[in-house]
Nanobody, 125 residues
Framework: QVQLVESGGGLVQPGGSLRLSCAASGRISSINVMGWYRQAPGKERELVASIPSAGTTNYADSAKGRFTISRDNAKNTVYLQMNSLKPEDTAVYYC???????????????????WGQGTHVTVSS
């Protein structure tokens, strides 16, 4: 009853920028943490950035100074602005959300550990 749908991936040249979006659909009351992970070919999935409903954002060292995570709680959407992209940023980027309170139609429920389907980001000249 809750889904995460990403958009904004694609092919970009080194030094370029992309903005990823992830919208959570459903009759959502609140979302605790939202974030982005990525998985490069042959590597494990890793955290890129996360943002709680209140509090400070968290970035991987590789993202600090280049990426900015933000969210629009009214739209249940999280964004990842990626600047100064490098070939090593090439990966599938996954949206993540944890502890979502939502209405099922008959009662409220809380779900944990939601993932989007992934969006490809390729940085290449």
């Amino acid at each position: 009853q809750v889904q995460l749908v990403e958009s904004g991936g694609g092919l970009v040249q080194p030094g370029g920028s992309l903005r990823l979006s992830c919208a959570a659909s459903g009759r959502i009351s609140s979302i605790n943490v939202m974030g982005w992970y990525r998985q490069a070919p042959g590597k494990e999935r890793e955290l890129v950035a996360s943002i709680p409903s209140a509090g400070t954002t968290n970035y991987a060292d590789s993202a600090k100074g280049r990426f900015t995570i933000s969210r629009d709680n009214a739209k249940n959407t999280v964004y990842l602005q990626m600047n100064s992209l490098k070939p090593e940023d090439t990966a599938v980027y996954y949206c993540y959300a944890d502890r979502i309170a939502y209405y099922t139609g008959s009662h409220f429920a809380i779900g944990y550990d939601y993932w989007g389907q992934g969006t490809h980001v390729t940085v290449s000249s």
